[in-house]
């Protein structure tokens, strides 16, 4: 398992911008598929993007497309999520995730490693 720690969080009008950020303890984080998960008050924490451990695959939740962009950087151990055209109903806590496999991420539940969590406020 590796340690993630999340920065970047904050809060934001509807419209706006945030870039999250995770990084990874360890030596192997390119072995590591990459994602990001969020969980709203009152509902369930669901998946948001998912990146290959080389960076040459992604996969998104239907409700961000074309506004968020996953990507990491393998030198830096960190992989980022790039939120555009934020809503109110994006408010949530994100999470950032590692598992050995792209799809093991995809389906969530038992994952690898989770971060803490960061805050995210999207005011109408």
């Known amino acids: 398992q590796v340690q993630l720690v999340e920065s970047g969080g904050g809060s934001v009008q509807a419209g706006g911008s945030v870039r999250l950020s995770c990084t990874a303890s360890g030596r192997t984080f390119s072995s590591y598929a990459m994602g990001w998960f969020r969980q709203a008050p009152g509902k369930e924490r669901e998946f948001v993007a998912v990146i290959s451990g080389r960076g040459s695959l992604t996969y998104y939740a239907d409700f961000v497309k074309g506004r968020f962009t996953i990507s990491r950087d393998n030198a830096k151990n960190t992989v980022s999520l790039q939120m555009n055209s934020l809503k109110p109903e994006d408010t949530a806590v994100y999470y950032c995730?590692?598992?050995?496999?792209?799809?093991?991420?995809?389906?969530?539940?038992?994952?690898?490693?989770w971060g803490q969590g960061t805050q995210v406020t999207v005011s109408s």
């Open positions: 995730a590692a598992d050995s496999t792209v799809g093991r991420l995809r389906a969530g539940g038992d994952v690898g490693s």
